[in-house]
């Protein structure tokens, strides 16, 4: 779909990247010409990544890290750009999320995914500006959200806020940082078959048929979905498009239900 050369010469940090649609983002991106370094608080999953994209030929490096903790962001963004030079691709996709009714959800359980999902997400882009600033591609913030965060979010509302709030941050940036040559924009996934999320949530549970009947496409999508759009957006293919939120989701977000 895209020439071998689309991100030639970029550098990528993603995080959450070592399983996932993170770790589809960072394989799609090596093999159309991009160097990525993986961010993640396991550092078993990073290695595995990291060897796996390696057989591959794969420029990559990991770094453990916290998106909550803001020292350990701004450390993993010099190390990029120390291991590689540069930084032009921005990906935020490290999250975290459970279900809970939100009558009895905890201050603690509210707190900790409101700092991965959003502070996480803030201090990697403020950890990036100046070298997404200095991009000789132009700099590219990518972060995955969910349509659930615009529509609402039954029994994840912590989540569905977080998502939300980084919606609303993203389109702030793309506005104020727009003249120092950085786009920025989200991507929002539906039900995505091949991960683990939605393998507990809905596979496990029996719940797999009722969800896919609520996309209008009536199927779960594929990491490689996201990794697609996250190419489009993150190359010169987009060079115009900032402030955006690409929904992916099989027309799920339209509640669809097939009869």
Same mark, same amino acid.
């Given at each position: 779909?895209?020439?071998?050369?689309?991100?030639?010469?970029?550098?990528?940090?993603?995080?959450?990247?070592?399983?996932?649609?993170?770790?589809?983002?960072?394989?799609?991106?090596?093999?159309?010409?991009?160097?990525?370094?993986?961010?993640?608080?396991?550092?078993?999953?990073?290695?595995?990544?990291?060897?796996?994209?390696?057989?591959?030929?794969?420029?990559?490096?990991?770094?453990?890290?916290?998106?909550?903790?803001?020292?350990?962001?701004?450390?993993?963004?010099?190390?990029?750009?120390?291991r590689f030079g540069?930084?032009?691709?921005?990906?935020?996709?490290?999250?975290?999320?459970?279900?809970?009714?939100?009558?009895?959800?905890?201050?603690?359980?509210?707190?900790?995914?409101?700092?991965?999902?959003?502070?996480?997400?803030?201090?990697?882009?403020?950890?990036?500006?100046?070298?997404?600033?200095?991009?000789?591609?132009?700099?590219?913030?990518?972060?995955?959200? =969910?349509? *659930? $965060?615009?529509? /609402?979010?039954?029994?994840?509302?912590?989540? !569905? #806020?977080?998502?939300? +709030?980084?919606?609303?941050?993203?389109?702030?940036?793309?506005?104020?940082?727009?003249?120092?040559?950085?786009?920025?924009?989200?991507?929002?996934?539906?039900?995505?078959?091949?991960?683990?999320?939605?393998?507990?949530?809905?596979?496990?549970?029996?719940?797999?048929?009722?969800?896919?009947?609520? =996309?209008? *496409? $009536?199927?779960? /999508?594929?990491?490689?979905?996201?990794?697609? !759009? #996250?190419?489009?957006? +993150?190359?010169?293919?987009?060079?115009?498009?900032?402030?955006?939120?690409?929904?992916?989701?099989g027309g799920r977000?339209?509640?669809?239900?097939?009869?």
């Amino acid at each position: 779909m895209f020439a071998p050369n689309t991100l030639a010469g970029r550098v990528a940090f993603i995080t959450g990247g070592a399983t996932g649609i993170g770790l589809e983002i960072a394989t799609q991106y090596s093999r159309l010409g991009a160097s990525v370094v993986l961010a993640s608080r396991n550092q078993e999953r990073l290695d595995a990544a990291v060897e796996a994209l390696s057989k591959e030929g794969a420029k990559v490096a990991a770094y453990r890290m916290d998106v909550r903790n803001p020292e350990e962001v701004e450390a993993a963004i010099a190390f990029t750009l120390e291991r590689f030079g540069a930084l032009d691709i921005l990906v935020n996709n490290a999250a975290g999320n459970f279900p809970c009714p939100t009558a009895t959800l905890s201050p603690n359980g509210w707190r900790t995914v409101i700092d991965i999902d959003l502070n996480g997400t803030f201090y990697c882009c403020s950890a990036a500006y100046e070298a997404l600033k200095a991009s000789r591609f132009g700099g590219s913030i990518i972060s995955i959200i =969910t349509m *659930l $965060g615009v529509t /609402g979010w039954p029994n994840a509302a912590h989540a !569905a #806020a977080a998502k939300a +709030g980084i919606l609303s941050l993203s389109r702030t940036l793309a506005v104020e940082w727009g003249g120092d040559g950085i786009r920025v924009n989200t991507i929002s996934p539906g039900p995505i078959g091949d991960t683990v999320g939605v393998q507990r949530m809905y596979e496990e549970t029996g719940r797999a048929e009722v969800e896919k009947k609520r =996309t209008a *496409l $009536g199927r779960f /999508g594929q990491c490689a979905d996201i990794a697609n !759009a #996250a190419i489009f957006l +993150g190359s010169d293919l987009s060079g115009y498009v900032t402030g955006d939120n690409l929904i992916v989701d099989g027309g799920r977000w339209l509640k669809y239900v097939a009869a």
